[in-house]
Nanobody, 122 residues
């Protein structure tokens, strides 16, 4: 059974930090791109960061300079270090595995986790 399980979310004050983790079972991360998405209340899910199979990372402007994506293929785990959090970062955060090794489109991601809630208070 394929499972991606996110953890590390919680309630934090503005300016604080959280580290999200995503561990997979039943499928491998090695050789594939990975990504983090988020969905705020009343909004569509958006891709915010990706990392290619070779470790190259990309970020949307709203999180660039504050968030860092990383991966550990040996542990089949994806991470998202989030610093200087803002109230507008409040959302459910999801990890996903790309169907490709290198990023082409947010629409190419499959195998989603159930999400972990991040709430940032002002």
């Amino acid at each position: 059974r394929v499972q991606l399980v996110e953890s590390g979310g919680g309630l934090v004050q503005a300016g604080g930090s959280l580290r999200l983790s995503c561990t997979a079972s039943g499928l491998t991360f090695d050789g594939y791109g990975l990504g983090w998405f988020r969905q705020a209340p009343g909004k569509e899910r958006e891709g915010i960061s990706y990392i290619t199979q070779s470790g190259n990372a990309g970020y949307v402007n709203s999180v660039k300079g504050r968030f860092t994506i990383s991966r550990d293929n040996a542990k089949n785990t994806l991470y998202l270090q989030m610093n200087n959090l803002k109230p507008e970062d409040t959302a459910m955060y999801y990890c996903a595995r790309d169907t490709r090794a290198y990023f082409r489109s947010w629409g190419d991601f499959a195998y989603w986790g159930q999400g972990t809630q991040v709430t940032v208070s002002s």
